[in-house]
T-cell receptor, first 116, second 111 residues
Framework: AQTVTQSQPEMSVQEAETVTLSCTYD???????LFWYKQPPSRQMILVIR??????QNATENRFSVNFQKAAKSFSLKISDSQLGDAAMYFC?????????????FGGGTRLMVKP | NAGVTQTPKFQVLKTGQSMTLQCAQD?????MSWYRQDPGMGLRLIHY???????DQGEVPNGYNVSRSTTEDFPLRLLSAAPSQTSVYFC??????????FGSGTQLSVL
């Protein structure tokens, strides 16, 4: 079974600065997907970014980018030019390619605080 | 387009009571699933379905039942609520291989 670990329960960043959230995972599979989800106080789960393991290029979505290190099984999220609206819980998640139920395995989450 | 709709948003139960959390989606997604979210543990899969009439267990299925009689609906039943089932419950749906759409969650407290 796959496991996902987020070792930083809380992080804080100054507005307009850059922060990196860490995620490591354990799997024996060679092909899979990795995700970062944002959960603001509204509780809604919002997909931030997705990475396919077979792609060497790191995914980018506007101010959000990842550092995907397949050999190290590491998948960190970098948020540039942090904004107050970025304050939320962030979850790293894993999904197998052949996953019959399209199921996700989540990490425990990192609470990001943004200071004005 | 309503997406994934969960009801109720909040519920308080007494130990031993039963209830059903409702989940409906209007996107014709074949895949639906239920997760629970506990503090510090992220989301964990309870049950999932790959189509009408087909369900299977996830990581933490004990104490929960599901059925999928239609593509649109995937209710989660608590037969005899326990304090350990106090949690936030999320329903999600998707097409195969595509992103998951989550409902807004149900906060359940069992006293």
């Amino acid at each position: 079974a796959q496991t996902v670990t987020q070792s930083q329960p809380e992080m804080s960043v100054q507005e307009a600065e850059t922060v990196t959230l860490s995620c490591t995972y354990d799997t024996s599979e060679s092909d899979y997907y990795l995700f970062w989800y944002k959960q603001p106080p509204s509780r809604q789960m919002i997909l931030v970014i997705r990475q396919e393991a077979y792609k060497q290029q790191n995914a980018t979505e506007n101010r959000f980018s990842v550092n995907f290190q397949k050999a190290a099984k590491s998948f960190s999220l970098k948020i540039s030019d942090s904004q107050l609206g970025d304050a939320a819980m962030y979850f790293c998640a894993y999904r197998s390619v052949g996953n019959a139920g399209n199921m996700l395995t989540f990490g425990g989450g990192t609470r990001l605080m943004v200071k004005p | 387009n309503a997406g994934v709709t969960q009801t109720p948003k909040f519920q308080v139960l007494k130990t031993g009571q039963s209830m059903t959390l409702q989940c409906a989606q209007d996107m014709n997604h074949e895949y639906m699933s239920w997760y629970r979210q506990d503090p510090g543990m992220g989301l964990r899969l309870i049950h999932y379905s790959v189509g009408a009439g087909i369900t299977d267990q996830g990581e933490v299925p004990n104490g929960y039942n599901v059925s999928r009689s239609t593509t649109e609906d995937f209710p989660l039943r608590l037969l005899s609520a326990a304090p350990s089932q106090t949690s936030v419950y999320f329903c999600a749906s998707s097409l195969w291989g595509e992103k998951l759409f989550f409902g807004s969650g149900t906060q359940l407290s069992v006293l």
